[in-house]
């Protein structure tokens, strides 16, 4: 019996347009069928300059969509080229599995801490005369990001529940290869008419951590730009890290060394999903992804 493993894509995997992605995800696809010729193989990915495109398309018309719409419209879009682009490469190599992307809802709690203090950046940049017009006029909380402008932010509450589980499962069980919670999932929230999808972006490492939890991933495996987990990042001193127990992954993060915006969500979605299943995690870039699941390359999170 293969082990199963839940691949967590970054948006280096993806690409800022619809025309780069669907260029850069026929690599991606090769990555991924590489891996599925080993092990059964579950997709996350984000959808962080996709959503935002496609929210800003909507903003400039004088149609309004609300955001778990357009986080709905970036899973379609984003599934269909990716399961394209793996399923003509599974035909390629004469592989009897089919690939398929589920539009993916995962609840969020209406007391999560995140609604108080929205940190998530999405869309364009705006000056701040721009930002101060758009927060008055629409009631939008905009920071400045990056250095480049000021840009709306959205809450990022934890995800509670994956809504499609059962659905999911019952494809791995019949050996396909699965595209789920994109960007994290659509975020809602129960109520008594059922549920509702709320303005919030889930980060999308987080809930690759709580589907592995569910499917009994046996790794959580997290694509990023970079080969290895890096202290000191950026500096003269900076480390790779092969490997990090869950305490030294703790004390790194509590210093300070992984940035809030990138590699600290990853970080705390491997101590998550370790620390709950005794199960390791792995983090390394897209293209080493066969070596670094060979032991080669790579950080990996233990107990």
Do not use: W
């Not at 390629?92 to 995962?106: A, D, G, H, L, P």
């Not at 869309?123 to 840009?151: H, L, N, V």
């Amino acid at each position: 019996m293969k082990k199963r493993i839940v691949i967590a894509l970054g948006g280096n995997a993806l690409g800022n347009t619809p025309f780069e992605q669907k260029e850069l995800v026929k690599q991606t696809a090769k990555t991924i069928v590489d891996l599925a010729e080993e092990y059964d193989v579950v997709v996350g990915h984000g959808n962080g300059p996709q959503v935002g495109m496609i929210n800003l398309a909507f903003e400039s018309s004088s149609t309004y969509m609300p955001f778990p719409e357009c986080g709905a419209m970036s899973q379609g879009y984003i599934g269909y080229h990716l399961q394209q682009a793996i399923q003509e490469e599974l035909n390629k190599r004469s592989i009897e599995k089919n690939c398929v992307s589920i539009i993916t809802q995962v609840v969020v709690s209406k007391d999560d801490e995140g609604f108080l203090h929205p940190t998530k950046p999405i869309g364009s940049f705006y000056t701040k005369e721009e930002a101060e017009e758009m927060e008055k006029e629409k009631g939008f909380p905009f920071i400045f990001d990056a250095g480049r402008g000021y840009r709306r932010v959205i809450a990022s509450p934890k995800p509670k529940r994956i809504v499609e589980i059962k659905v999911i499962e019952k494809l791995i069980n019949d050996g396909d290869i699965v595209i789920t919670v994109g960007g994290g999932g659509i975020p809602v929230m129960e109520s008594e008419e059922g549920l509702i999808g709320v303005d919030a972006v889930i980060d999308k490492d987080l809930s690759s951590s709580l589907l592995a939890l569910d499917i009994h991933a046996d790794m959580l495996v997290i694509l990023t730009a970079v080969e290895k987990v890096c202290i000191h990042f950026g500096k003269e001193n900076e480390e790779a890290l092969s490997s990090l127990s869950i305490e030294e992954a703790k004390q790194y993060a509590l210093e300070g060394h992984f940035a809030a915006g990138s590699m600290l969500p990853k970080i705390e979605a491997a101590i998550d999903f370790v620390e709950k299943t005794k199960a390791t995690a792995l983090i390394t870039s897209l293209d080493k992804a066969k070596e670094a699941l060979e032991g080669k390359t790579g950080t990996l999170i233990h107990i």
